[in-house]
């Protein structure tokens, strides 16, 4: 009892979002733009589902374009920004070296400076190497700020990897290289994949950089396409707005279902030996 | 061949001197065993054989060539750690093969060679399981399986024992002696438990605070320490030390203190005519003190109190006091005694040790 009712109304607050998410990309024109007082008005429910926004979406707009450049942004800088996070993790928290701990902790703090500053002097970069309106001016600036999160995720992650199995690996013959890579990576990969995961998510949903750097509507990724295009002006074009929304979490959604124990078992750090 | 030499081996952890000067001479096929307290340097002296650690200064050498600069995959040992540190992500045989992989042996040979070690620790059910599915006795198995299937010169072990239960302890203490008879290969094994140390030993080497106390096979440590520490940390109940003046009286000399007056055993006497009218160390083991019977006329004799009487079935412990100290004695299971019996105790007269009050060392 004390367990289940906090936990249904805490899930119909998480959901509700969602489910008005869903209910609204289905429901037609008429049902949507009807006024609160009339006789019908029906907020939550709709007798007449439609998947005329989603056709909307793909036939007028150029939404299949924006999807694919915001998979292929988010695979590249998440590719990027793993691969340096997980070599920059490894070296701080198991290489000694001096200034180690400080530069992690510098690493951490590049983290914490808000995009919001960071795009201007960003933008001056793109502008200069002629990069502004292609998907490379994210998949480089990406990486700004998910290389230090996957890095201190990483670094986390390797220090709770016991130090002797490395040692007992490079006694059994394997240059530091060969057990980082035998040994080290392989027990790490719940680690990796979380902040592979988390990486993905963030560019994903990157809102800022995309909308600066982007200008040409083909180029658009899903989060600034849905809403440059389909708010014009003062009128909201809810319909395919939410459709666009649902269509765009979908993968989000499925990476993060398809990974979730080993996200979690990241997320709690834990190498059974 | 296995014979590793310790040359003036010293290492510094900033300003900590976790070891001192060690020397030692490792024979090919012993088993040497390290036991000192937690923090003595043994550990320390052990990675640095493995190439784990770097030297400060010193040479190590196995078989004549110096390693100093060798990395550890070079250096053709194996070692067992305490945490076992199997490979979590692989079956029990790719752990063991995994070294033999490394150094690219044919894959005949590598199923070979896992197979005869398996049978050896009877872990041949286990090959396909995964660490974490077996118990800790089985992982111990397999970290030796791992080491013994490179067949190295030398084995090391890091406390191999201390995260097993009581039982399985003594159980894989008799099958890692075993093992060492039966393969013959060098080892050096770390501990902190005086009777691994004494039980596995061909020798052993004492050390405290980073320095050897004392190298020496293991009744060697028990009959002759050479010093208080030694003569504290080898044995179960701990020795007996209490602080006495010595004095001469018609020719033989006592050592009295508020407790006890004892006239000292010609042999002991000969070595502590230097140190008449000072104060020495008496030392003596609980099993070396009796209740005073007629077979012990003549013996060194003192009264005690019994405080606590503790029975464990094949003897007696009797905690007593002495004057102002305490003492333990061992005594025969028959003996019949209670708490507050006033007793008078006989010490073996061969059986007594004198360490200097100030260098501890023994006299």
């Not at chain 2, 990675?47 to 040479?59: F, K, N, V, Y």
């Amino acid at each position: 009892m004390f367990f289940y009712v906090p936990m249904a109304l805490f899930l119909l607050f998480l959901l509700f979002p969602f489910y008005w998410m869903v209910i609204t990309s289905v429901r037609p024109d008429g049902e949507l733009y009807r006024p609160w007082n009339s006789v019908n008005y029906n907020p939550f429910w709709t007798w007449k589902p439609t998947l005329d926004h989603v056709r909307y979406l793909f036939e007028e707009t150029l939404f299949a374009s924006w999807l694919w450049n915001t998979t292929f942004i988010a695979l590249a800088s998440t590719a990027i920004s793993l691969v340096c996070g997980v070599f920059a993790g490894y070296a701080l928290s198991r290489l000694n070296f001096p200034f180690a701990g400080s530069l992690g902790t510098g690493i951490f703090i590049t983290y914490l400076v808000p995009q919001t500053l960071l795009f201007i002097p960003l933008a001056e970069i793109i502008r200069n190497y002629r990069l502004g309106d292609t998907p490379w001016s994210l998949i480089l600036t990406y990486p700004t700020f998910l290389i230090p999160f996957c890095t201190w995720l990483m670094m986390g992650y390797f220090k709770a990897v016991p130090k002797e199995l490395e040692e007992c690996a490079r006694i059994d013959g394997a240059s530091r290289w060969q057990a980082m890579l035998y040994i080290v990576i392989p027990v790490a990969i719940p680690g990796i994949l979380s902040a592979g995961i988390f990486a993905f998510t963030l560019s994903w949903n990157e809102f800022i950089y995309a909308l600066v750097f982007l200008s040409s509507p083909e180029q658009k990724t899903v989060p600034v396409g849905v809403t440059s295009e389909l708010i014009r002006g003062d009128v909201f074009y809810w319909g395919p707005l939410m459709a666009g929304a649902l269509l765009g979490s979908i993968p989000v959604a499925i990476a993060y279902s398809f990974f979730v124990e080993h996200y979690v078992a990241g997320l709690t750090g834990s190498v059974k030996g | 061949m296995g014979q590793v030499v310790l040359k003036g081996i010293n290492k510094f952890f900033d300003s900590v001197h976790a070891v001192n000067d060690v020397n030692l001479q490792i024979r090919d096929k012993e088993f040497m065993v390290f036991v000192g307290p937690s923090g003595c340097g043994k550990t320390t002296t052990l990675r640095m054989i493995a190439g784990l650690e770097a030297i400060s200064s010193g040479d190590i050498s196995i078989d004549g060539n110096v390693v100093n600069e060798l990395a550890p995959m070079d250096r053709d040992i194996a070692m067992v750690f305490q945490n076992y540190a199997l490979y979590p992500h692989m079956s029990v045989y790719d752990n063991m093969a995994f070294g033999l992989k490394m150094r690219k042996f044919e894959k005949r040979e590598i199923d070979k060679r896992v197979l005869e070690a398996a049978d050896i620790l009877g872990i041949r059910e286990l090959l396909t399981r995964r660490p974490r599915q077996l118990s800790g006795g089985q992982r111990q198995r397999v970290a030796l399986g791992r080491a013994i299937v490179r067949h190295p010169r030398v084995f090391l072990f890091d406390e191999p024992l201390s995260n097993l239960d009581a039982k399985l302890r003594v159980q894989m203490r008799v099958e890692l002696k075993r093992l060492h008879l039966r393969l013959g290969t060098t080892a050096i094994y770390v501990t902190h438990d005086q009777v691994e140390a004494m039980t596995l030993g061909d020798r052993v080497v004492v050390m405290k605070d980073g320095m050897v106390q004392q190298v020496g096979e293991p009744l060697e440590l028990y009959n002759q320490p050479a010093n208080k520490f030694v003569a504290g940390f080898i044995g179960s109940p701990a020795m007996n030390f209490t602080a006495v003046t010595v004095t001469e009286a018609n020719g033989s000399l006592i050592a009295e203190n508020s407790g006890l007056r004892i006239k000292l055993p010609d042999e002991t006497a000969q070595r502590l005519r230097g140190h008449i009218g000072r104060e020495v160390m008496l030392g003596v083991r609980p099993e070396d003190l009796t209740v005073a019977g007629s077979a012990d006329l003549g013996h060194p004799c003192f009264d005690a109190v019994i405080e606590v009487v503790e029975q464990l079935g094949s003897e007696i412990l009797l905690d007593m006091k002495v004057g102002e100290s305490i003492m333990v004695a061992s005594v025969e299971p028959t003996a019949r005694v209670r708490v507050g019996d006033k007793l008078r105790v006989a010490m073996r007269p061969s059986r007594l040790h004198v360490f200097d009050a100030q260098t501890e060392a023994a006299i």
